[in-house]
């Protein structure tokens, strides 16, 4: 068995000061979560802690937007199935909805602070 030598000892405080200081950087980030939306060409973007109603207007019709209570939905829409007012509710950054048939995007952009009780899912382990 090989000892460990001076050059082992720095490579391996080297790397475990980069990987305390990346887990700083990544959970202690906060900010105002925003939500825009994008018609089109045009892009709309309202603050998730204000709660708002707004249409915009698509190749088939109308599509409304609800923010209320830090979440947003699609509340309504001209599109056949209905499924973007199905989707339900989003709140958190990077989470995103979609009329396909009207052209209408939402998504959630921002920082979320990251709290200790948060469990990691299947997805980002």
Do not use: R
Not at 21 to 41: A, C, Q, R
């Amino acid at each position: 068995m090989k000892k460990l030598t001076l050059i082992d000892i720095i490579i391996f405080l080297f790397f475990l000061t980069i990987s305390a200081l990346s887990f700083t950087l990544y959970t202690n980030v906060s900010g105002k979560p925003e939500v825009h939306v994008t018609s089109g060409d045009k892009e709309w973007v309202y603050d998730l802690s204000v709660d708002t109603m707004a249409t915009f207007e698509g190749p088939i019709g109308n599509t409304t937007v609800e923010i209320l209570n830090n979440k947003v939905h699609i509340h309504s829409s001209d599109c056949k199935n209905q499924i973007c007012v199905l989707s339900g509710w989003i709140d958190k950054p990077g989470q995103w909805l979609s009329c396909l048939p009207n052209e209408v995007f939402v998504l959630i952009k921002g920082k979320q602070e990251i709290s200790q009780g948060e469990e990691t899912d299947d997805i980002s382990f």
